[in-house]
Nanobody, 124 residues
Framework: QVQLVESGGGLVQAGGSLRLSCAASGDTDCITTSGWYRQAPGKARELVAT???????KYADSVKDRFAISRDNAENKLFLQMNSLKPEDTAVYYC??????????????????WGEGTLVTVSS
C-alpha cells in the first residue's frame, strides 16, 4: 500500500556532499517512521538514520554529525543530506517506511515498505 522510489545517488569525491530523496505514494498518511538504510558490498544492511512524523531523529554513530535526515509530510518525501563523505560510505542506500501505533486506526499495521535502492559511490 506504500511505494517508495529513491533518487540522488551517484559518484562523488571524498569530502563532498550528496542529497538523497525518497518519494512515497499510496497510503502515505499511514507512515509514522521513515528511514534510510544502506548495504555495502560484502556487508549486511545497516540502519543509517530514522525520523518520526514529529521529527524525532536517530543516527548510526558512523554518520552522526555528517548526515541529516528530514521529512516533508506535505510532499510525501524523505531526504538524506550527506556531507563530508568517506569511501566507507559507499553503498546502496534504501528508503524505508513503517506504519506504527501513531497512525490512524484505518491504516494497515505491522508493515514495512522498501524502495529498490540508489547507489552512492565515494572515491578517494
Amino acid at each position: 500500500q506504500v511505494q517508495l522510489v529513491e533518487s540522488g545517488g551517484g559518484l562523488v569525491q571524498a569530502g563532498g556532499s550528496l542529497r538523497l530523496s525518497c518519494a512515497a505514494s499510496g497510503d502515505t498518511d499511514c507512515i509514522t517512521t521513515s528511514g534510510w538504510y544502506r548495504q555495502a558490498p560484502g556487508k549486511a544492511r545497516e540502519l543509517v538514520a530514522t525520523i518520526t512524523s514529529r521529527r524525532i531523529t536517530k543516527y548510526a554513530d558512523s554518520v552522526k554529525d555528517r548526515f541529516a535526515i528530514s521529512r516533508d509530510n506535505a510532499e510525501n518525501k524523505l531526504f538524506l543530506q550527506m556531507n563530508s563523505l568517506k569511501p566507507e560510505d559507499t553503498a546502496v542506500y534504501y528508503c524505508n517506511a513503517e506504519v506504527g501505533v501513531e497512525a490512524p486506526a484505518t491504516c494497515e499495521y505491522n508493515m514495512d515498505y522498501w524502495g529498490e535502492g540508489t547507489l552512492v559511490t565515494v572515491s578517494s
